[in-house]
């Protein structure tokens, strides 16, 4: 069963410092992977995306890393500001062609506070 | 919200009654998708269409349904058959199905009295 889980859950840091979310997958036949940014009562926004063969990808302050062996992939976030709380999204998308299917991860709700 | 639109922002229904989703883009995308996020869970995909006049079920099809006459147009009603409809609505769409990627609207909260 193809299946996308993001830890931790929920994650409270102080303005400024890093932390690092978590997305393991078992998604199969993998086609790319990429983490969502979502504000509350909004849509997602991309931040990043991932094919097989990349294994680090940088979007200002968010760098994800995608290691295709292990199924995992992060989203490290530096500097962190009160603006990057919301919820963060893995998705990973699976198959090929017109019948590509993307799975959802549940999210991580990451809070910033001053 | 990346020329994605959807309304209301927020919907009151009554048990029993049927209730239509707006979504338009100006992407000149051809392949629309609307999803269900309930908290707790991944967004799940209800229904998509490749291009116009074309749909296909999703995963959680039952209750609900589209059309797609105009290529910017994708609405979304939600019947009196839909058993738990109280969930936040998301219209996303792609320049082609497949690999490329989705672009989301801000979302419609319905919730039935």
């Known amino acids: 069963k193809n299946q996308v889980e993001q830890s931790p859950q929920s994650l409270i840091i102080l303005e400024g410092k890093n932390c690092t979310l978590q997305c393991n997958y078992t998604v199969s036949p993998f086609s790319n992977l990429r983490w969502y940014k979502q504000d509350t009562g909004r849509g997602p926004v991309s931040l990043t995306i991932?094919?097989?063969?990349?294994n680090t990808k940088s979007n200002g302050r968010y760098t994800a890393t995608l290691d295709a062996d292990t199924k995992q992939s992060s989203l490290h976030i530096t500097a962190s500001q009160l603006s990057d709380s919301a919820s963060y999204i893995c998705v990973v998308s699976a198959g090929g062609g017109a019948t590509n299917k993307l799975i959802f991860g549940t999210g991580t709700l990451l809070a910033v506070q001053p | 919200d990346g020329g994605i639109t959807q309304s209301p922002k927020y919907l009151f229904r009554k048990e029993g009654q049927n209730v239509t989703l707006s979504c338009e883009q100006n992407l000149n995308h051809d392949a629309m998708y609307w999803y269900r996020q309930d908290p707790g869970q991944g967004l799940r995909l209800i229904y998509y269409?490749?291009?116009?006049?074309?749909?296909q079920k999703g995963d959680i099809a039952e209750g609900y349904s589209v059309s797609r006459e105009k290529k910017e147009s994708f609405p979304l009603t939600v019947t009196s058959a839909q058993k738990n409809p109280t969930a936040f609505y998301l219209c996303?769409?792609?320049?082609?199905?497949?690999?490329?990627?989705?672009?989301f609207g801000p979302g419609t909260r319905l919730t039935v009295l």
């Open positions: 996303a769409s792609s320049a082609r199905t497949g690999s490329h990627e989705q672009f």
């Open positions: 991932m094919t097989f063969s990349e």
């Open positions: 269409s490749q291009i116009v006049n074309d749909f």
